[in-house]
C-alpha cells in the first residue's frame, strides 16, 4: 500500500527555515514525480515544487524561487524541502503527493490533479 508521511513542521520566526521531510512506503520511489503543496485557510491548495523520478528535473512556484530547495534520495525512499527565509505567507498546511512516471522521464508537474497519492500534511507557521 502506498503510503507518504509528511514531518519536520512547526512554528518558525520570519526569515527562519525549515526541513520539510516526506518519507514513501509500500512503493518503488524511483518510480514517481513527487510534489510538495501547500494550503492555506481559505485557500486553494498550490503546487510549491516538484521533482522529477530521478531528481534531475525540478520546478518552482514564483513565490518560492531562491527561497525553498526540494531533493529526493531515492535509496532512501525520502523527499525534502529545504525552507529558507520564510514570510508569513508561507503558513500553510504541506503536502507531500506521488504521480507515476515513466523511468527516464523528464516530468516534473505542479497542478493537484496529476497527483493520486498524498501525505496527511504537515503544518507549517511563520509568525512572530
Known amino acids: 500500500q502506498l503510503q507518504l508521511v509528511e514531518s519536520g513542521g512547526g512554528l518558525v520566526q520570519p526569515g527562519g527555515s525549515l526541513r520539510l521531510s516526506c518519507a514513501a512506503s509500500?512503493?518503488?520511489?524511483?518510480?514517481?514525480?513527487i510534489g510538495w503543496f501547500r494550503q492555506a485557510p481559505g485557500k486553494e491548495r498550490e503546487g510549491v515544487s516538484c521533482?522529477?523520478?530521478?531528481?534531475?528535473?525540478?520546478n518552482y512556484a514564483d513565490s518560492v524561487k531562491g527561497r525553498f530547495t526540494i531533493s529526493r534520495d531515492n535509496a532512501k525512499n525520502m523527499v525534502y524541502l529545504q525552507m529558507n527565509s520564510l514570510k508569513p505567507e508561507d503558513t500553510a498546511v504541506y503536502y507531500c503527493?506521488?504521480?507515476?512516471?515513466?523511468?527516464?522521464?523528464?516530468?516534473?508537474?505542479?497542478?493537484?490533479?496529476?497527483?493520486?497519492?498524498w501525505g496527511q500534511g504537515t503544518q507549517v507557521t511563520v509568525s512572530s
Open positions: 521533482i522529477n523520478n530521478s531528481g534531475g528535473n525540478t
Open positions: 503527493a506521488a504521480a507515476p512516471a515513466p523511468s527516464g522521464s523528464s516530468w516534473c508537474p505542479m497542478m493537484t490533479v496529476n497527483f493520486h497519492s
Open positions: 509500500g512503493f518503488t520511489l524511483g518510480y514517481y514525480a
